[in-house]
C-alpha cells in the first residue's frame, strides 16, 4: 500500500513562464471580438475582451491565474482546503506568485451564490468544467456571459477546460501554449517510469470500510480516469464496458468483484486505515490489485485533490503522484 504524504514542499520552476508572450497578429486574429463559443447549453457570444473574469464551480479560475490574470471572483476550495483559507495551496502560491490579494470567493456549499457572483460585476463568467444546470446557465447568463462546458457536466479534461476557458478571455494562443508546457513536463516526469506503460488503473470513490457491499468508481469520462492516460496507463476494460455515455461515476454490487480483476492498481482516497478492511472484506479481498498490494491511498487533503488535474495542481502534485504509481504498478507485476 501506498500513502501519499500530507505535505509537500511546492516548487513552481515553471511559474515564471504561465505568462506567455503576446502572438503575432496572425494569431491575434483567431481572438477577435465580438466572438461566439459553443456549448452544452447553445452558443454565447462576447462582445468584446473582457476585464473583470469570474468563474464559478470547480478550478475554471486557475486557467486565467496560469495566465496572469486574477480573476475578479472565484469559487472557495472544500475539499482539500487544508487550512481553511478556502484557497489550494497551489492557489496560493501562484496569488504570490503574481502579487495579488485573494479575490472574492464564493460559497458553492449549497449551490452557486448568484448574488455573491453579480456583485463581482463580471465581463465574463468561465465555467468550462462544471456541472451547471440549465437553470444556473439561465441565471447566470442574466449576470454576464457564460463560458459552459462543452459537452457533458463534469467531464471537460484539463486541456478543454483551457482552450475553452482562455479562448472565452480573448487568449487562445496563451492557452495553447500553456497545454505544450503542461504536457511537456508531463513527459518528462514520466519517462522515468516505465513500469507505468499500459498498465490500467481504477479510480474509487466513497469507500465506507462499514459498508463494502457497493463499488463505486469514476468513469472512463471522468478527468481523474483521463488523466491516467497522460501517464501513461489507460482505464480498464471492466470499467469501459459499464461507463454510459456521459456518466461521470458508476457503482456496482461488490459481488461482480471479479469482473474487475485486469485492474492493476486500485486508486482511492482516504487514509490507510481503509487497507485492512479492503484486505479483509471476503470479496473485496478477492480483486487482484488488492490481493497484490497495488493500491494507492491519495488521503483526503490537498494531494488526493490534486489526483483531478488542473492547470495549477498539475507541476504541484505530479513528481509525487507518478511516483507512488509506479510503486504500485511493480507490485502489479
Known sequence: MYN??????????FATSLVIPLV????QTEDQFPKTIEHAFGTTTIEE??????????????????????????????????????????VSARLRELDADTPVLFDEGDGIDF?????????????????????????LSMIAPVVAYPESPWSTDWREMIRVNSAGMGMTAEGEALIDRLEAQIADSVAGYPELEDKSAMFITHLDATNLSILRFY?????????????GMHSPESVNQVTGEGQFSGEVSVEQI??????????TYGAEELLEPLESNPLMSRMRAIENGSVVMLGNGPVATAANPTPLSIPWVLED???VLADAARKSQ
Not at 7 to 12: H, I, L, P
Open 258 to 267: 471479479d469482473t474487475f480483476n485486469d485492474v492493476d492498481i486500485f486508486v
Open 219 to 231: 468513469t472512463a469520462n471522468d478527468t481523474r480516469v483521463k488523466f491516467f492516460e497522460d501517464l
Open 4 to 13: 501519499i504524504p500530507r505535505t509537500f514542499v511546492v516548487t513552481f520552476l
Open 115 to 139: 448574488e455573491a457572483v453579480a456583485a463581482t460585476q463580471p465581463d465574463v463568467i468561465l465555467a468550462a468544467y462544471s456541472g451547471l444546470s440549465q437553470a444556473d446557465y439561465d441565471t
Open 49 to 90: 475582451k473582457p476585464e473583470r473574469v469570474a468563474t464559478v464551480a470547480w478550478a475554471n479560475h486557475e486557467v486565467p491565474l496560469a495566465l496572469g490574470v486574477v480573476p475578479v471572483g472565484f469559487a472557495a476550495a472544500g475539499f482539500g482546503d487544508d487550512n481553511g483559507d478556502g484557497l489550494l495551496p497551489w
Open 321 to 323: 503522484y507518478v511516483k
Open 24 to 27: 503575432g497578429w496572425a494569431q
